[in-house]
């Protein structure tokens, strides 16, 4: 059985800090990307960064410089580094992994930036 297990949303000041974290667990095929999107209320989902196997990253424009993506292999893990968050970064973010057949979503974790 495949599991996306999220974890460190929460609630934090804007100019704070958190990190999510993603542990992929029942996927037989190699995985190709790791990452993660996110969704406010009101918009589509979006790409927030994704790591290739190889440990390629693309980070989307508005969190360039303020989050970092990185993948231990070894765990099928992923994390996203959050700093300097903004109101804006609020949303629900989902992790994701693309293999060769299929996709995978998480169920999401809530990210809250009060200003």
């Known amino acids: 059985q495949v599991q996306l297990v999220e974890s460190g949303g929460g609630l934090v000041q804007a100019g704070g800090s958190l990190t999510l974290s993603c542990a992929a667990s029942?996927?037989?095929?190699?995985?190709?990307?790791m990452g993660w999107y996110r969704q406010a209320p009101g918009k589509q989902r979006e790409l927030v960064a994704t790591v290739t196997s190889g440990g390629s990253t693309n980070h989307a424009d508005d969190v360039k410089g303020r989050f970092t993506i990185s993948k231990d292999n070894a765990k099928d893990t992923v994390n996203l580094q959050m700093n300097s968050l903004k109101p804006e970064d609020t949303a629900v973010y989902y992790c994701?992994?693309?293999?060769?057949?299929?996709?995978?979503w998480g169920q999401g974790t809530q990210v809250t930036v009060s200003s």
């Open positions: 029942g996927i037989i095929f190699s995985i190709n990307v």
């Open positions: 994701y992994v693309h293999t060769r057949f299929r996709e995978y």
